[in-house]
């Protein structure tokens, strides 16, 4: 069964950094691209960033460019999310996604449950 | 970048209804169309991509045109598990925007 499973959210205070993690299996992990995917409590879709197969090609929203960072460790099957300087804005369900293409972004076929993320003092 | 611009932003509707939801983007986006399905507590789930292709497993009332700028999902009679909120999205060029969200309730 394909299957992706975020962990690594949490409450942090405002400044302060986290990390998101995405756990994939049931599929070969190296061969597609991957996205990070947000939504904030009664809010639509924000699409956050993205990493094609090997990680030759990043992407990033402008909310948050600067701040997160996208990487994958092939080997381990893993995405993750690096964000720093966290603001209360970014509080949202983080959503991992697989791609169905590695090289460039296509559309997302398989999202995890996602994990929560609250940014407050 | 590229804004997304669905309407409307909801709307009510009968089972059994053809309803129509619009996504127009700011630029040409090259047919990188898609869209989403969400229900409440749920993830998206995708129901077409690149304009008009259905995924794997989505019922066939469920169909996309457009192009260019201009791109519609149709629902062809709606059904109790349709109600939900759907998003456009392009993934013609990074950032890979979406709609704002249309969100289909019952009549």
């Known amino acids: 069964e394909v299957q992706l499973v975020e962990s690594g959210g949490g409450l942090v205070q405002p400044g302060r950094s986290l990390r998101l993690s995405c756990a994939a299996s049931?599929?070969?992990?190296?061969?597609?691209?991957m996205h990070w995917v947000r939504q904030a409590p009664g809010k639509g879709l924000e699409w956050v960033s993205s990493?094609?197969?090997?990680?030759?090609?990043?992407g990033y929203a402008d909310s948050v460019r600067g701040r997160f960072t996208i990487s994958r460790d092939n080997a381990k099957n893993s995405l993750y999310l690096q964000m720093n300087s966290l603001r209360p804005e970014d509080t949202a369900l983080y959503y991992c996604?697989?791609?169905?293409?590695?090289?460039?972004?296509?559309?997302?076929?398989?999202w995890g449950r996602g994990t929560t993320v609250t940014v407050s003092s | 970048d590229i804004q997304m611009t669905q309407s409307p932003s909801s709307l009510s509707a009968s089972v059994g209804d053809r309803v129509t939801i619009t996504c127009r983007a700011s630029?040409?986006?090259?047919?990188?169309l898609n869209w989403y399905q969400q229900k409440p507590g749920k993830a998206p789930k995708v129901l077409i991509y690149?304009?008009?292709s259905l995924q794997s497993g989505v019922p066939s009332r469920f169909s996309g045109s457009g192009s260019g700028t201009d791109f519609t999902l149709s629902i062809s009679s709606l059904q109790p598990e349709d109600f939900a909120t759907y998003y456009c999205?392009?993934?013609?060029?990074?950032?890979?925007?979406f709609g704002g969200g249309t969100k289909v309730e019952i009549k």
């Open positions: 999205q392009q993934s013609d060029s990074t950032p890979l925007t």
């Open positions: 990493i094609n197969w090997n990680s030759g090609s990043t």
């Open positions: 996604g697989k791609d169905t293409k590695g090289a460039y972004y296509h559309y997302i076929d398989v």
């Open positions: 690149a304009v008009f």
């Open positions: 630029q040409t986006i090259n047919n990188y």
């Open positions: 049931g599929f070969t992990f190296d061969e597609y691209a």
